[in-house]
């Protein structure tokens, strides 16, 4: 892996965070309404003294790039403002509710991994009816949205059969996972199809390659040829749309903690921008994006380790 290929990466991060974060705070400038007034329990006619010192505190008069510069500069360094809404630090709710979403995140890609990697493995090494069911079950999962998949296991698992709770997070490992267990499945399905159809298909073309062949015809048994041959060489493809998809569990998991009323940061996202508590909405969204960059870069970084090639068309471009 080349250092320009590494720098290039680690240059796009960057840009992108600050693009999205430019792109986040224009959003809430031009959000219509005065958010001063959740301060003043939303009176018609709050008194213009008041209004005018919680502008100044919260800088909310400030220009467009004053006002981002002085938002960046204080996320940067680990301030980020105090909300209008809960009258507590942004940084204290987010701390108080990281850890639902992380716990729910790390449920779904365990199932994920797991679910995709297993299934698309057995449809490719299995073929015939096993693989025709898998292909069409997997299909028909990334085809149904989170939170359509949501009501399902809902009116299924917590009406029909009261098998598990549907509404927070749970005290202690085991009412973690039991309350979690729907949300998670609910999140992670979609993306365990997507997963499944791309190991199947990584695992099917190392099957028909050359050197495969050319094991079997040398006498190899055919365990040491699946192991070492097909499905290493078929990881690469199946690390890299799994890192995707981890990603994209925490781009969605506001649908699901609202589904579910699990509490975490989409929650309180989505609780935040309903009540126009801009501070909330663009720290927790930032965050967001950063970890969903973050997590790309990586899988890049680390399958252009694993592939030379990879990153050398990186660095080519």
Avoid: C
């Avoid at 105090?82 to 365990?110: F, H, N, P, Q």
């Avoid at 290493?232 to 493809?237: E, F, K, L, M, W």
């Avoid at 399958?303 to 080519?316: I, L, N, V």
């Amino acid at each position: 892996m080349s250092p320009r290929f590494v720098a290039v990466r680690l240059g796009m991060l960057v840009l992108t965070v600050l693009a999205s974060s430019l792109a986040i705070h224009g959003a809430m400038f031009l959000t219509p309404g005065d958010p001063a007034t959740l301060l003043v329990g939303g009176s018609r006619n709050p008194d213009p003294a008041v209004l005018a010192q919680i502008h100044r505190e919260y800088h909310l008069d400030d220009p467009f790039i004053q006002g981002y510069w002085h938002w960046l500069s204080d996320f940067l360094q680990g301030d980020f403002g105090k909300s209008l809404v809960y009258r507590d630090s942004v940084a204290g709710l987010i701390g108080a509710r990281a850890g639902d979403t992380l716990a729910l995140v790390a449920y779904a890609s365990a199932l994920v991994l797991v679910g995709g990697t297993v299934i698309g493995t057995v449809a490719a090494l299995r073929g015939g009816r096993t693989e025709t069911l898998a292909t069409t079950l997997t299909a028909g999962a990334m085809a149904v949205p989170t939170f359509v998949m949501a009501v399902l296991l809902i009116w299924l698992f917590a009406v029909q059969l009261p098998w598990f709770p549907v509404y927070g997070s749970g005290e202690g490992f085991t009412g973690t996972l039991t309350h979690l267990t729907l949300p998670a499945v609910a999140l992670a399905l979609s993306w365990i199809g997507y997963v499944a159809q791309v190991t199947r298909t990584a695992v099917r073309a190392e099957m028909r390659s050359e050197h495969v062949e050319t094991a079997r015809s040398r006498g190899v048994p055919e365990r040491t040829v699946i192991r070492r041959h097909v499905l290493h060489n078929a990881s690469g493809p199946v690390f890299a749309v799994s890192g995707v998809g981890i990603a994209g569990l925490i781009a969605t998991a506001a649908v699901a903690e609202q589904a579910f009323g699990t509490g975490g940061l989409g929650a309180l996202m989505i609780e935040a921008a309903s009540k126009q508590d801009m501070a909330v909405v663009q720290a927790v969204s930032l965050i967001f994006v950063i970890v969903f960059v973050v997590i790309n870069t990586t899988v890049d970084l680390v399958s252009a380790a694993f592939d030379p090639r990879t990153a050398q068309k990186g660095a080519a471009r």
